[in-house]
């Protein structure tokens, strides 16, 4: 495969694509920390649905809408069904695994290509278990028709229960939920919450629902009462109209990824749903972390000037933002250490962070992104880079770590 630049001297040709040995890097970190010995939960990281998008229109229930589906398909890209971006993510080929994966050579026999690469890919990152998403169907909460979010978002949980998860325990989701029809958002809680593997559900933050509204309610209650957490997955929407008024896709991006969550995490905590849903656990994920102190500090001070507002409230937004979880990744390496320093303290991190690679996007983060912080002490590193994790989703690692106490009854898987 050949991967042009605009200066021949910069061409490249690869061939033989392997995982593993792109990432030898992240191996040698992994080794030269002694990583393998430390419980690693990726909340985090993706595969490309699309790679094996027939496989997933197969189980599109509404029969014309597949069928339309399919026909797309032949005439058009894969883009067409969803709802695409502009941008160029992977900087125009330079980060060459977004078109490796698709020639790479795997052993095929009695698994799924996907599910090897995700086992390549774990290993050299010394990741023992890992949340997966889709990628871009990230961005499928701003499809204009609610019906091909719910046939898609329907399909593709069925298929990643059927078809994925059973291959290896190692692999975990958190189920995407079809927002934009909240009854159909129920149901899916309902029927998928329980399945092998399904350790809580995920909204697709990029959309224009908000999330008050008295008819997600009882999706609210139904995942407290079962013990699963609900999670914002970031992402953008260049075509927003104030976003539009960016002309860079880096400030798309570093903008993009925290704004609909921070505006989401602002009416779930002024709307008091953290007293109506004590229990439930939120996790804001693929944000990094430096929005949430701005937030704190912006909701804290309002709210001593217009406490009338929020009636529900019985303590400062801040409070009830440090009882949420967020996860790590992209952490925002700023050149003041200790502005990240006073950030981990006003967040709890030491149980509220989970780690996060988002492997295999551009901007990923290995583990040594937190094993490395000179102002964790070991404990807090092992919280954050998966005890913290294993807690919320009560993972039982005894299948990797046999010695290891399990204090938490496991639960789906």
């Known amino acids: 495969m050949d991967f042009r630049s605009s200066a021949p001297e910069y061409d490249l040709s690869m061939n033989g694509f392997e995982t593993r040995r792109h990432l030898a890097n992240a191996r040698k970190q992994a080794e030269d920390r002694g990583l393998d010995d430390v419980l690693i939960i ?3 990281c993706h595969h ?11 189980y599109v229930e509404n029969e014309p809408l597949r069928q ?3 026909n ?5 890209s894969v883009s067409a069904l969803l709802y695409d971006q502009p941008g160029y993510q992977d900087l125009g080929g330079r980060v060459t695994r977004y078109f490796g994966r698709k020639t790479e050579k795997t052993v095929g026999v ?19 278990y890992a949340c997966l998403f889709p990628t871009p169907m990230l961005f499928l909460g701003l499809h204009p028709q609610a019906e091909v979010e719910t046939q898609m978002a329907r399909a593709y949980n069925r298929w990643m229960i059927e078809r994925l998860l059973p291959l290896n325990p190692r692999l975990r989701t958190m189920l995407y939920l079809p927002f934009n029809d909240p009854e159909a958002t129920y149901r899916m809680i309902q029927e998928f919450g329980t399945c ?3 350790i809580g559900f995920m909204v697709v933050s990029t959309r224009y629902k908000g999330v008050y509204d008295n008819a997600y309610m009882k999706s609210y209650r139904l995942l407290e009462e079962m013990g ?12 927003d109209q104030m976003m539009a008024t960016t002309n860079r896709f880096i400030t798309a991006h570093a903008l993009g990824f925290t704004f609909f969550n921070a505006v989401h995490c602002a009416n779930w905590v002024v709307n008091g749903l953290p007293e109506r849903f004590p229990k439930l656990k939120v996790i804001w994920i693929e944000s990094g972390i430096a929005w949430v102190p701005w937030l704190m500090q912006r909701l804290d001070n309002d709210y001593r000037m217009r406490t009338s507002e929020c009636p529900a409230l019985k303590k400062l937004p801040s409070d009830y933002m440090r009882d949420m979880f967020y996860t790590t990744q992209p952490m925002e390496m700023v050149n003041n250490s200790k502005a990240l320093e006073l950030t981990f303290e006003m967040i709890n991190a030491r149980t509220q962070l989970l780690y996060s690679s988002d492997y295999p996007h551009w901007d990923m983060d290995l583990p040594s992104t937190i094993w490395d912080l000179p102002f964790l002490d070991e404990q807090a590193k092992r919280n954050i880079l998966g005890l913290n994790a294993q807690r919320i989703f009560n993972i039982d690692s005894s299948a990797r770590f046999p010695a290891h106490p399990q204090p938490f009854k496991s639960s789906n898987g």
């Open 42 to 44: 990726d909340v985090d």
């Open 48 to 58: 490309y649905e699309t790679d094996n998008i027939v496989e997933v229109i197969q």
């Open 68 to 70: 339309v589906m399919l």
């Open 72 to 76: 797309t398909l032949k005439t058009k």
């Open 110 to 128: 009695g698994a799924h290509r996907d599910a090897e690469q995700a086992m390549s890919w774990m290993d050299s990152l010394s990741v023992d």
């Open 196 to 198: 092998k593997g399904v």
């Open 228 to 239: 699963l957490p609900l999670a914002f997955h970031g992402s953008y929407n260049w075509t």
